[in-house]
T-cell receptor, first 108, second 112 residues
Framework: KQEVTQIPAALSVPEGENLVLNCSFTDSAIYNLQWFRQDPGKGLTSLLLIQSSQREQTSGRLNASLDKSSGRSTLYIAASQPGDSATYLCAVKGKLVFGKGTKLTVNP | DTGVSQNPRHKITKRGQNVTFRCDPISEHNRLYWYRQTLGQGPEFLTYFQNEAQLEKSRLLSDRFSAERPKGSFSTLEIQRTEQGDSAMYLC??????????FGQGTRLTVV
């Protein structure tokens, strides 16, 4: 059974700081991994999708990496802004198994 | 716009009543997923369809839950004899197999 863990559960940083969010999974037989952002009371917004054959994917200030052999993915956010404050979730496919997320607060 | 419409956005119901939620992807995609999310938790998988076929159903789903995707486009999720523990956000997602998944805004269910 696939299990996904995200560390830390919560993170508070000052504006402008670079930060890394971690995601680990137990079964490396995944099709791909997707990172999402969720604002309070809202649905999920897709940020990045990494195919199982890829090592990383970039979109603007976001960079996600994937290491299947170690069962890990990281989401790097450069030059954080208050608008980045949200919960960040990773999910592995197959059928999208989610972690509990990391709640990020970027303080002005 | 995520390309997924969920209705209703909010539903308050009395314990014991039946409720039905609808998910309408704007365009047809072969995969459609249902999830449930409670406060402070990640989304929990409920079930998914490939076209009209329901391929997997979570053990979390009791016999009170049923989902359909009759024509391979929209989908409905019905909860019979609702209980207070059913209170949650119900999320629908669509996508192609192996590709990016997109979520709707969800339906928030409150059972009183």
């Amino acid at each position: 059974k696939q299990e996904v863990t995200q560390i830390p559960a919560a993170l508070s940083v000052p504006e402008g700081e670079n930060l890394v969010l971690n995601c680990s999974f137990t079964d490396s037989a995944i099709y791909n991994l997707q990172w999402f952002r969720q604002d309070p009371g809202k649905g999920l917004t897709s940020l990045l999708l990494i195919q199982s054959s890829q090592r990383e994917q970039t979109s603007g200030r976001l960079n996600a990496s994937l290491d299947k052999s170690s069962g890990r993915s990281t989401l790097y956010i450069a030059a954080s802004q208050p608008g980045d404050s949200a919960t960040y979730l990773c999910a592995v496919k197959g059928k999208l198994v989610f972690g509990k997320g990391t709640k990020l607060t970027v303080n002005p | 716009d995520t390309g997924v419409s969920q209705n209703p956005r909010h539903k308050i119901t009395k314990r014991g009543q039946n409720v039905t939620f609808r998910c309408d992807p704007i365009s047809e995609h072969n995969r459609l997923y249902w999830y449930r999310q409670t406060l402070g938790q990640g989304p929990e998988f409920l079930t998914y369809f490939q076209n009209e076929a329901q391929l997997e159903k979570s053990r979390l789903l009791s016999d009170r839950f049923s989902a359909e995707r009759p024509k391979g486009s929209f989908s409905t999720l019905e909860i019979q004899r609702t209980e207070q523990g059913d209170s949650a956000m119900y999320l629908c997602a669509w996508g192609w197999q192996g590709a990016e998944a997109f979520f709707g805004q969800g339906t928030r269910l409150t059972v009183v």
